[in-house]
């Protein structure tokens, strides 16, 4: 049997935890001395969820966190600078547990698991996620999406590359194209986020809750699952 | 062994047509007596195409189809409306096939194969689709959230619930939600044509061109298979 991950592994999703969402959502008081940054991400972070949009003013995001809105230019430089930092800060700040993930003395198909619950925690928490890479990869040739795309996109696809790699190297997953992969998990993991129109006018579905969410992971899981697994006998 | 389908059904894609890309890309001039609306229409969608953008004005969509602006609004009442005939085109214009594709004399497999290469065709050759759809849906409370969801997502929803139950019916397919499947397949299948600001930037992909598309489907008609099919001694 393979040892626990550490803690912070652990910590991902082990399906028992509580929903962090909302998190720290309509809450304007601050612990004295946080840096205006984070105190502004915050407030632009809790603008977005409760507005169901990302179009927010400085002067919003300003009011929210008892900061100028001069802040804002000075910290971030514009919108897409503060657009940045949003995304550096949700899902960037996930990246040093995936790494601990693909280091784990783990089974690939458990790190896979806890992969596929760990970025739809991602867009649980933060839903705006989606909007904000729209916004700033838009111009394919754009700074935006050169930033997205590295700062993003790389190094979750060679994190899942190195569990594939695994699992065929355990002799439990096919062979696979990474960059295919790539595209039909993340797609298939963010679209219940992204066309939250159809769930509301479609399906009837409100809101994502988070049973919805586990089963919608556990669904993606499955499919994944059963394409890469190899079966007994073959 | 089954019936062949229609010459329709066939046509959705049959591994063996030249790809249908660029449509009438670039092309100005009209036999005379087309209804002025699709002028237009094909004068925005060979814009949209060619820039790989929807930002265009109603002067260029009017100067490329050489009639006069004022029409655009005559015809579409703004950029909306535009934007919902434009998806009432492309995509609602292909749900007559995907009637026949469920109603045709083929086994459950080989439509979901059909309906997976038909989804990724359509994001081939109307590249803009994605984008057309969330500018209208954006605002999940509006009538354009509603319009994409009533006429776009309902229809495929109804017909892969069909072919999911004919599926299981004939004991090949297990039993699935078909609200999470609709997600996870419309994610998997339009990721990689949204999400070209990372084929460019993280897999040094410049273009998604046929061979791609046929790849692609084929990888994730390999999930949903994989995971759909019930398999022998089960």
Redesign the interface.
């Known amino acids: 049997m393979p040892a626990m991950p550490s803690q912070e592994v652990a910590a991902v999703d082990d399906g028992r935890t509580p929903p962090a969402r909302p998190r720290k959502r309509g809450t304007t008081s601050r612990p004295r001395g946080r840096h205006s940054g984070d105190v502004l991400l915050d407030a632009a972070s809790a603008l977005m969820i409760e507005r ?2 990302i179009t927010i003013t400085f002067t919003e995001i300003a009011a929210r966190a008892g900061l100028n809105s001069a802040l804002i230019h000075y910290r971030f430089g514009g919108k897409d600078g503060l657009f940045r930092a949003l995304i550096e800060r949700d899902v960037g700040g996930t990246f040093p547990m995936l790494a601990d993930l693909v280091r784990a003395d783990l089974p690939a198909v458990r790190k896979l698991d806890l992969h596929i619950r760990a970025i739809t925690q991602t867009y649980f928490d933060h839903p705006y996620i989606n909007r904000l890479v ?1 916004v700033l ?4 040739e754009g700074e935006g ?2 930033f ?3 700062r993003v ?2 190094p979750l ?1 060679e994190a899942q590359a190195a569990i594939l790699a695994q699992g065929q190297a355990e002799g439990v997953f096919r062979a ?2 990474p ?14 986020f ?5 769930l ?4 009837a ?1 409100g809101d994502i809750d988070d049973t919805l969410r586990r ?2 992971a556990q ?2 899981l ?8 190899v ?1 007994p006998g073959e």
Request: hydrophobic share 50%; charged share 20%.
């Open positions: 169901n949009s729209a990869a838009q111009d394919v999406a050169r997205v795309s590295e996109v790389r696809h696979v194209d960059m295919l992969f790539y595209f039909s998990l993340i797609g298939a993991c963010d679209h219940l992204q066309a939250r129109y159809a509301k006018w479609a399906f579905v089963d919608y669904h993606v499955g499919l994944l699952m059963g394409s890469l697994m079966r």
